[in-house]
């Protein structure tokens, strides 16, 4: 059905900036929700940002401010740029996709990616 693929994570220092993106794959005619999740150790998932194909963003009040998430034309790739990153933003991101119209069906989903770790630390 969806196959999503993260890359951008990585380690930085307090202030620093990383952009993270998803790439969804598969026989996929309309896909509604595309963003991010992160779960750090100990923590439940928490949604970070998601994007839908008709342009609404909604972000975890934590990162207002800081995170932009964006897509591609296409709607099938989505980018986190995140600023001013803190130790508190630690956690494994997951992309997260939602509402998919495929070969004439409709899958709710969710569907997840592998993760990528994001790590801030002086």
């Known amino acids: 059905q969806v196959q999503l693929v993260e890359s951008g994570g990585g380690s930085v220092q307090p202030g620093e900036s990383l952009k993270l993106s998803c790439s969804a794959s598969?026989?996929?005619?309309?896909?509604?929700?595309l963003g991010w999740y992160r779960q750090a150790p100990g923590r439940q998932r928490e949604l970070v940002a998601v994007?839908?194909?008709?342009?609404?963003?909604n972000y975890a009040d934590s990162v207002k401010d800081r995170f932009t998430i964006s897509r591609d034309s296409d709607k099938h790739t989505a980018y986190l740029q995140m600023n001013s990153l803190k130790p508190e933003d630690t956690a494994v991101y997951l992309c997260y996709a939602a509402g998919v119209s495929s070969g004439g069906y409709f899958y709710n989903g969710p569907f997840w990616g592998q993760g990528t770790q994001v790590t801030v630390s002086s």
């Open positions: 598969g026989s996929i005619d309309l896909l509604n929700v």
């Open positions: 994007h839908t194909r008709t342009g609404s963003t």
